[in-house]
């Protein structure tokens, strides 16, 4: 495999976090293939593009903005693998979290997402950020 094989594949996936930090999700499923699997494990996987849409819908709608820190991604084929910070902003709750992702990228469409997190940390890190907004509430309220 030539590295710049490996380079496409990588950066369809970084196209696709692209996409989700504009929350352009016509284009998220531009980049996902028809028969696309997205799990965050151990959830039940959403298998097609019309189940993956609905919840890329939700995204838009609910999620008011969206950041992911990649700090490691490598490929061995089709398979892209992701080590980032996931950041999501609904309102003024801010949670960042740690994530391990698997990508499996044919013919530059994005054919199965599955996310792997701690869910422990990931509801202390809404718990903190529901603090945060409470208490930024607290002093806008007192200013």
Not at 20 to 37: F, H, S, T
Not at 63 to 79: L, N, R, W
């Amino acid at each position: 495999m030539s590295e710049s094989t490996v380079a496409t594949e990588i950066e369809v996936v970084r196209s696709f976090f692209d996409a989700l930090e504009a929350k352009d999700v016509d284009r998220v499923l531009e980049l996902a293939d028809p028969a696309i699997v997205y799990q965050n494990v151990p959830l039940p996987a959403a298998r097609g593009r019309d189940a993956f849409g609905r919840q890329m819908r939700w995204f838009e709608r609910y999620v008011t903005e969206f950041e992911a820190d990649i700090t490691h991604a490598a490929a061995d084929g089709p398979i892209v693998l992701t080590e980032r910070t996931d950041v999501m902003r609904i309102g003024r709750l801010q949670a960042d979290f740690w994530v391990c992702g698997t990508f499996e990228v044919r013919d530059g469409k994005v054919v199965l997402w599955r996310d792997y997190f701690d869910y422990a940390a990931v509801a202390a890190a809404f718990a903190k950020g529901a603090v945060r907004a409470l208490i930024a509430s607290a002093r806008s309220a007192t200013s």
